[in-house]
C-alpha cells in the first residue's frame, strides 16, 4: 500500500527523493527513495552529510 505521507510525519508528501540511510555507521549505508513534505525535504537538504535523524536512522539526501 502506497503511503500518502511524508516519511517523518503525517502530512501529504511533496517529493520522492533519493536517500541514503543509516544508523550507526555511515560507510554502511542503504539506499531507498521516500517520500517527505515540503518541510522535511528542506530539512534533510539543510542536513547534508552529517544527515537527519528520525527515530533513530539519519538520512542524507543522495546515493552516494
Ligand atoms: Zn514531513
Redesign the pocket.
Known sequence: MPLRR????P?P?LEEVAVSMWTDDPSDVRRDTIK??R??LVRLRKAGDTGHEHRGVRYRPGFW
Open positions: 511524508c516519511k517523518f510525519c502530512q508528501p517527505l513534505c518541510k522535511h
